[in-house]
């Protein structure tokens, strides 16, 4: 099984910067792409930042120029740098994965972290 691990959750005040991490682990022939979902009570859960192939990233309008992405391929592992914390980034941040596990033959398959809790308050 391929297993995601996130880190670095916390509570904070507006304009606080934290940074996300996480680290996939298993049977992986190859990540093709990595990054960050979040949910806030009451919404859905909506893409934050992904980095496709370790080519190309997107993110949501609401985190442009705050939040950047960082994926070590040769680590499997990607980080969220989150500065200028507002309090409608508190949500349950998800480490997102897709993975073609073992073998070039395998299925593509998304994989998820268990989430961490940003909470950003005065």
């Known amino acids: 099984q391929v297993q995601l691990v996130e880190s670095g959750g916390g509570l904070l005040q507006p304009g606080g910067s934290l940074r996300l991490s996480c680290a996939a682990s298993?049977?992986?022939?190859?990540?093709?792409?990595m990054g960050w979902y979040r949910q806030a009570p009451g919404k859905q859960r909506e893409l934050v930042a992904v980095?496709?192939?370790?080519?190309?990233?997107n993110y949501a309008d609401s985190v442009k120029g705050r939040f950047t992405i960082s994926r070590d391929s040769a680590k499997n592992t990607v980080s969220l740098q989150m500065n200028s914390l507002k309090p409608d980034d508190t949500a349950v941040y998800y480490c997102?994965?897709?993975?073609?596990?073992?073998?070039?033959?395998?299925?593509?398959?998304?994989?998820w972290g268990q989430g961490t809790q940003v909470t950003v308050s005065s």
């Open positions: 997102y994965a897709l993975v073609r596990a073992s073998t070039v033959s395998s299925p593509m398959t998304q994989f």
């Open positions: 298993g049977s992986i022939f190859s990540i093709y792409a």
């Open positions: 980095d496709i192939n370790g080519i190309n990233t």
